[in-house]
């Protein structure tokens, strides 16, 4: 799958062993799970291959944040989600976006952030 970010701060975060360990306040091991999670993404084919994945625990997001969809950067007691959504082939957000129906056909997704968006 093709990943995009929302912007290169986010990228970094994502792809930056250094700035990784930095967002999360020197915690080596979320850093190097955030980078695994970040390869999973793009070794997927589309995005029902992750929400197949049960370890990271994808699940849409509500609110303010409908249309995003959030997975486990190492465990669900670990409060860090990568908060991401489905793109089409021109990259740019499905709307409505039913991941039912989309799973089988999404080949691009955007990380928005990695936060603790639950706190």
Known sequence: MKVTYQNN??????????????????DKA???KLLARINQLESADVIRDIILTPPLRFHNLEGNMEGYFAIDVKT???????????????????????????SGVVRIIEIREVS???E
């Not at 701060?9 to 020197?26: E, I, R, S, W, Y």
């Not at 082939?89 to 039912?100: K, L």
């Open 9 to 26: 701060k986010v990228q970094l975060q994502c792809t930056n062993m250094k700035t990784a360990m930095k967002l999360f306040g020197g």
């Open 30 to 32: 979320l850093a190097i």
């Open 76 to 102: 669900k007691r670990e409060p860090w989600r990568i908060v991401l959504q489905p793109l089409d082939e021109n990259e740019q957000p499905y709307n409505p976006c039913n991941i039912d129906e989309i």
């Open 116 to 118: 603790k968006h639950y």
